[in-house]
């Protein structure tokens, strides 16, 4: 199992976790672009990645720029993921909705010329209470698809 990520504490920290609950990870300080751009000639592609960045969408002035890295990231992993893998995406962008979300993972599918099948669409848990009249409360959303 390998984590990778450019931000040093939250590497420091993931490494304690692992430590704490007896993991073995191997913590790759990295771009994760740059990563996923390697792994695509790997001689193992993965069979699982995930994708779980930081808050690409601050606010509406930068909902295009951040909609091309959330494509960009995604196009890149989809195109790693060995045939019957599995790709668990994230966002934690309040700006962006569910269906914006959800176009834009099959959309990278088509860039990255794979097929993908949804198996389930991920939220928050209990632990992120949402208020039915604030949908920015809904903030966190995932896809877990196969790659075919």
Not at 37 to 52: C, G, N, T, Y
Not at 127 to 137: I, L
């Amino acid at each position: 199992m390998r984590a990778v990520d450019l931000d040093e504490v939250a590497l420091a920290r993931a490494q304690r976790a692992a430590q704490e609950n007896k993991l073995a990870v191997d913590f790759i300080h990295a771009d994760a672009f740059d990563f996923l751009r390697a792994q695509k000639s790997a001689s193992e592609p993965p069979s699982l990645v995930v994708l779980d960045p930081h808050k690409l969408i601050v606010g509406k002035t930068q909902y295009e720029a951040g909609m091309l890295r959330y494509r960009d990231m995604n196009t890149l992993a989809i195109g790693c993921v060995r045939p019957g893998g599995l790709l668990a995406t994230f966002s934690c962008s309040g700006a962006l909705d569910l269906p914006a979300f959800m176009g834009m993972v099959f959309l990278s599918a088509r860039r990255a010329g794979r097929e993908i099948r949804l198996l389930g669409v991920l939220g928050a848990g209990p632990d992120h209470p949402q208020r039915p009249d604030f949908a920015r409360s809904r903030y966190l959303k995932g896809a877990l698809v196969c790659v075919d």
